[in-house]
């Protein structure tokens, strides 16, 4: 029995002597840690808050933030204060980037998606006009490329026409080099003066007809949509850094060290209440909530965007592009004998440049990069744009909802949890929602709150007066928004007759919409896969009450009165004949 107790103090020594040995945090014995204050030190010093020194000043009086508190020293006061503060600044950070995060990707991978398309699109121009034109190609081919950079361009643009001069340039970029392939193609190139003569000229000659119009128009459509939803996401993303960057009002600092670090200091580690941390948090966060609003209005134009690209089409409005330009080349051919007399009567003579210049070789015909799914990129706009608009979403819920997710994890019931002065059942009221509601706020009160958030609100709601503005040939949202379009795409329905007739009052934009986009509604599915145009509207079911000359027949009605009663006589009679 003896020796056993030797081996075992042996082994406690030993144990002892490896404790002290190995650098790890120190277990505090009870003979140093009279006041039992070790475990809760040991969290205060994870936090920087306390030093293992303040062991040798306990018990202490506390700290003035917490009320007391044996296992605080006053030395830590502020600390306490810059600790809670730091501790919701946080909770801020973390999750704003995360949202940044996700805004930015999905900007970045939509902007990729739509530049794919414009550079399939330029890619089957090319080889359109190098089988169709092959004198003109060499010359086109610079104006194409020229066309589809500056498209790519226009989508971040600041400036809101820059799609417009782009397109504006191109047809006049193109008329020169396709009048001296019609006219003039074995002369030499016409010099830069009768060049520019050309290109004024071409919007009084029109040579390409109403082309122009109708592949501008639902172009510039698709192409303004994508610019839009680009610009909503940048917008979005630099509010929430703004928000990220807000500071926590700094009389925070003593509710939130009352939340997270007093439980410590009076030596307990329990989880604070769920209430005491709502209103702690709704109080200091509050300014965030005040943009939820207006991050709605935010959902709302980013709702109406997607409505416009799944209208336009976009994908398929790339993709058919080199067809119309070719179609519009074709259309300058067959009129050439008029093109020239107009072109003379504005510009005079042709003159060419003096010298020979060296002609362009016709380059090799591409390899083409999307093998046998050149529309696949139709599908993937509205993928791509969809999940932005997702994100868009899911992110309103963290202006007014932060507080919650912040406290998520405690137990929603305020029994046994830390109420900023003991462990026990928190009672108090918790606070609403917003700076407004902080007025009744029992654990927090901003004497000035932050009013930079409503800068923030004013710029996300400008994205929706600036949608509204751009979009005013989209049909009314209500009206479009009950179509579920992820069905539609394929239904063959198209757009229904009913939410078209549901305003008596069509504007000029609707019938607009509905001349040039004809094709694409056909495209679509007109509902009886006739395709031949009519717009008859449909027949309707009249449910007004019968009129006099649709009720039975009077007469009839007392002939089969008078036969029941004839029966019903006759049944009764038969027994007494019995």
Known sequence: MIMWRGCAIVLLCLVGLWQRAGGTVEAVSSAEDPVGC??????????????????????????????????????????????????????????????????????????????????????????????????????????????????????????????????????????????????????????????????????????????PTLVGEPLLRGLHSARL??????????????????????????????????????????????????????????????????????????????????????AHLLHDLPDKLSEAVMVALERGPQLQKKVRRDCSTPTHEETTQSTHHLPAAPVDPVQNGEERPSGRVLESSGAAIQAVEAAREWWAGL?????????????????????????????GVGVSAQKYNPEVRID???????????????????????????PKADARRRHNYAHSEGSGSGVSVESRSRSNSPTDDDEYYNDYYEDYSTEQGSGDGSGDGDRSPPTTVSHAPPTRADKPDSSSQIGSSMLLLLFTVAVALYPLQG
């Open 38 to 211: 070790g475990p809760a030190l040991q969290y205060l010093l994870k936090h920087n808050i306390a030093t293992q020194e303040h062991l040798a000043q306990l018990p202490s009086k506390g700290s003035e933030v917490c009320g007391g508190g044996a296992c605080c020293v006053p030395a830590v006061t502020e600390a306490l204060r810059e600790a809670g503060l730091f501790s919701l600044s946080e909770v801020v950070r973390s999750t704003a980037d995360s949202l940044h995060a996700a805004l930015t990707s999905h900007r970045d991978t939509f902007y990729g998606v739509v530049e794919s398309a414009l550079a399939n699109s330029e890619h089957r121009a090319l080889k359109v006009f190098q089988a169709t034109y092959p004198r003109l190609a060499p010359a086109a081919r610079q104006v194409l490329h020229d066309l589809y950079a500056s498209l790519r361009i226009a989508l971040t643009d600041p400036d809101d026409r820059a799609l417009e001069h782009a397109l504006g340039n191109f047809w006049d970029d193109l008329f020169p080099p396709v009048y001296h392939s019609v006219l003039h193609s074995r002369l030499p190139p016409f010099s830069r003066r009768y060049t520019e003569c050309l290109r004024d000229a071409q919007r009084v000659v029109q040579p390409w007809g109403i082309i």
């Open 229 to 314: 939803l680009l610009h909503s996401l940048d917008v979005g993303a630099q509010v929430v850094e703004a928000a990220r960057n807000i500071p926590v009002p700094a009389e925070c600092g003593d509710a939130a060290a009352r939340l997270q670090f007093c439980g410590a200091c009076h030596g307990a580690l329990t989880p604070p209440c769920s209430g005491m941390c709502l209103n702690v948090a709704r109080g200091c966060l509050a300014p965030l909530a005040e943009v939820d609003g207006a991050w709605a209005d935010l959902v709302g134009a980013v709702g109406r965007i997607q409505e416009s690209l799944q209208t336009v089409r976009l």
């Open 403 to 431: 507080p919650e997710r912040h406290c998520k994890n405690l137990a929603s019931r305020d029994t046994r949890c830390w109420n900023g002065a003991r462990i026990a059942t928190y009672t108090k009221t918790t606070a």
């Open 448 to 474: 000035r709150p932050d009013t930079t958030v409503y800068t923030l609100a004013d710029k996300l709601r400008s994205v929706r007066r600036l949608v509204l503005t751009e979009l005013t040939w989209l």
